[in-house]
């Protein structure tokens, strides 16, 4: 059993019709999607500033 899963996210959102719950869960994957690459671009140039690197061209 997981614990850490609580369903659907479909079934998590009580409001709104099915398709309302599904633009909403898309809209907050791209936000979560976008926030995980910016932060992952900030690592790599800190990272990249701490060593003393640079990009290839």
């Not at 059993?1 to 398709?19: A, C, D, T, W």
């Amino acid at each position: 059993m997981e614990f850490h899963y609580k369903g659907s996210p479909l079934h998590q959102i009580k409001e709104g019709e099915v398709g309302e719950r599904l633009q909403h869960i898309i809209y907050t994957k791209d936000l979560l999607d976008t926030y995980m690459l910016m932060l992952e671009a900030l690592v790599e140039k800190i990272i990249f500033q701490i060593y003393g690197l640079k990009r290839r061209q």
